[in-house]
């Protein structure tokens, strides 16, 4: 094998990948838009974020500039999405309530670019999902948004989010019983 001319000034990836660390950080909106839903009925807020303080600050940026290295295709992590209307109204305007109360002197006033470097207590926890090859692996998710306040009292780490499994299991059933295709 020949060594490559430029093997000494690439630069690795992988070995020293650092994890996001589960419960409360303090997260700071580095971009919000509002668009609809996949099937157009709802309104969405997209809120990016990247966390503002500690052995975390800047764990998002940093992950997607060392993953946009190999992969010009890399998607930015640190997205936050909250429905804004219908029975997820609550829920956006506890949302924007912890937002408010994380920002002093700030009111919101239905312009979503005014939430851009605001911060918020986020909530972290592990979502299960399935890799390009079919297997089960955990991401860290951002799970809820509270007042910085409350993440730095301290907050419970969620449960972890799982895939949703088909519980019909038809490993007992003889050969001759037809399997509903649901």
């Given amino acids: 094998m020949i060594k ?3 093997w000494d000034s690439v630069e ?5 990948f650092k994890r996001l660390t589960l419960g409360g950080h303090v997260c700071q909106i580095k971009n ?29 940026t940093e992950d997607f500039q060392r993953r946009f290295t190999s992969n010009p295709d890399a998607k930015y992590q640190g997205i936050y999405r909250q429905l804004t209307e219908g029975n997820s109204q609550k ?7 912890a937002i408010e109360k994380s920002n002093q002197g700030y009111v919101w006033n ?21 890799n390009g090859r079919g297997e089960k692996k955990m991401s860290t998710k ?5 007042s910085v306040d409350q993440v730095l009292a301290g907050v419970e780490i969620p449960k972890p989010k799982l895939l949703k499994t088909d519980n019909y299991d038809t ?7 037809e399997v509903p295709n649901w």
């Fill in 171 to 177: 490993s007992s059933f003889g050969t001759d019983v």
């Fill in 110 to 130: 239905w312009d979503e670019k005014s939430l851009k470097g605001k911060f918020f207590g986020g909530v972290f926890g592990e979502e299960e999902y399935l």
């Fill in 142 to 146: 951002c799970f809820y948004i509270r």
């Fill in 12 to 16: 690795e990836i992988g070995g020293d």
């Fill in 91 to 97: 829920f956006f305007k506890g949302m924007l309530t």
């Fill in 32 to 60: 919000v838009r509002v668009e609809k839903t996949a099937n157009g009925d709802k309104e969405v807020m997209v809120i990016q974020y990247d966390i503002a303080n500690g052995d975390c600050a800047n764990y998002y």
């Fill in 4 to 6: 490559p001319s430029n």
